[in-house]
């Protein structure tokens, strides 16, 4: 027997990370793509920001709570005081898209219509219908002022649309 024996490795995903076969991964794509065509349909663009945000502008309104959910990121070998930095991948697209709009505000065109699609992580127990890493769709009017009760009911309209489309069934 050696002196020293190998340690074992596990092997496979860590809970809460979900991986797809192909035959999943082209269901998920479909949709996303079912998704996509609806929110186009109803005048919304698609952005997509950074999934790596400063911690203080992740944890600017929210709290414990809030910290509890992120993944903060951590340079092994920091070669500047940039690599040292506090980042964080975000756990919504709430506060990034607040960001988005604040650094864009003069050159963005309002009432704003966005919809994104991204992977999203939260430092959370995974359990039946929850995970750390998720695919998260969202739509947003946002105004330089006060919006129109159209702008609000315009959401549930296309949420409705996105449903049927994608046969959800009865989700009323």
Same mark, same amino acid.
């Given at each position: 027997?050696?002196?020293?024996?190998k %340690?074992?490795v596990?092997? +496979?995903? $860590?809970?809460?990370?979900? !991986?797809?076969?192909?035959? #999943?991964? $082209?269901? #998920?794509?479909?949709?996303?793509?079912?998704?996509?065509?609806?929110? %186009?349909?109803?005048?919304f663009?698609?952005?997509?920001?950074?999934?790596?945000?400063?911690?203080?502008?992740l944890?600017?309104?929210?709290?414990?709570?809030? #910290?509890?959910?992120?993944?903060?990121?951590?340079?092994?070998?920091p070669?500047?005081?940039?690599?040292?930095?506090?980042?964080?991948?975000?756990f919504?697209?709430t506060v990034?898209l607040a960001?988005?709009?604040a650094?864009?505000?003069?050159?963005?065109v @309002?009432? @704003?219509?966005?919809?994104?699609?991204?992977k999203?992580?939260?430092? !959370?127990?995974?359990?039946? +219908?929850?995970?750390? #890493?998720?695919?998260q769709?969202?739509i947003?009017?946002?105004?330089?002022?006060?919006?129109?009760?159209?702008?609000?009911? !315009?959401?549930p309209?296309?949420?409705? !649309?996105?449903?049927?489309?994608?046969?959800? +069934?009865? @989700?009323?």
């Amino acid at each position: 027997m050696c002196a020293k024996q190998k %340690e074992s490795v596990a092997v +496979g995903p $860590i809970s809460g990370f979900p !991986e797809w076969t192909p035959a #999943e991964r $082209i269901l #998920e794509q479909r949709m996303l793509d079912t998704i996509r065509a609806s929110f %186009e349909r109803y005048g919304f663009s698609p952005i997509e920001t950074s999934s790596v945000e400063r911690n203080d502008v992740l944890t600017a309104k929210g709290g414990s709570e809030t #910290e509890r959910q992120i993944y903060r990121l951590t340079s092994l070998h920091p070669q500047s005081a940039a690599d040292a930095r506090d980042y964080s991948l975000h756990f919504d697209l709430t506060v990034p898209l607040a960001r988005y709009v604040a650094q864009r505000y003069g050159d963005l065109v @309002f009432p @704003f219509r966005r919809y994104q699609i991204q992977k999203v992580w939260r430092g !959370e127990r995974p359990q039946q +219908g929850r995970f750390r #890493e998720f695919t998260q769709c969202d739509i947003d009017i946002v105004g330089d002022g006060q919006l129109s009760l159209m702008a609000d009911a !315009e959401i549930p309209a296309v949420i409705s !649309e996105v449903f049927t489309r994608l046969d959800i +069934g009865n @989700f009323c």
